[in-house]
Nanobody, 121 residues
Framework: VQLQASGGGLVQAGDSLSLSCTAS????????LAWFRQAPGKEREFVVF???????KFADSMRGRFTIYRDDEKNTMVLRMNRLQPDDTANYYC????????????????WGQGTQVTVSS
């Protein structure tokens, strides 16, 4: 499985941004995927989990500001981030689930290269 995240950039506080995760090397509609983020000097942080059936689970701090949807025909998962704040500045990764706790990076076996999001105040 190969994952590629894209869409990051420099935005101002209050702006919105959409990140895309494209997967190949398997049947996308069967993938359970997640987004994580990692700010400099901090541990990798869980953002949202997407079951292949469409259900999602957000980290509490992001629920309501972030949304997610999948397009199985395009092998793409999109994270829509609204009302961005400087604390959202991080490198955002998508990952393929391998079992275990949904919010633990150790539960994921394939990772994209990350896309940087920088939010200026």
């Amino acid at each position: 499985v190969q994952l590629q995240a894209s869409g990051g950039g420099l935005v101002q506080a209050g702006d919105s941004l959409s990140l895309s995760c494209t997967a190949s090397g398997g049947t996308f509609s069967e993938f359970d995927l997640a987004w994580f983020r990692q700010a400099p000097g901090k541990e990798r942080e869980f953002v949202v989990f997407s079951w292949h059936g469409g259900a999602t689970k957000f980290a509490d701090s992001m629920r309501g500001r972030f949304t997610i949807y999948r397009d199985d025909e395009k092998n793409t998962m999109v994270l829509r981030m609204n009302r961005l704040q400087p604390d959202d500045t991080a490198n955002y990764y998508c990952a393929s689930y391998d079992g275990g706790a949904l919010d633990s990076p150790r539960s994921y076996n394939y990772w994209g290269q990350g896309t940087q999001v920088t939010v200026s105040s």
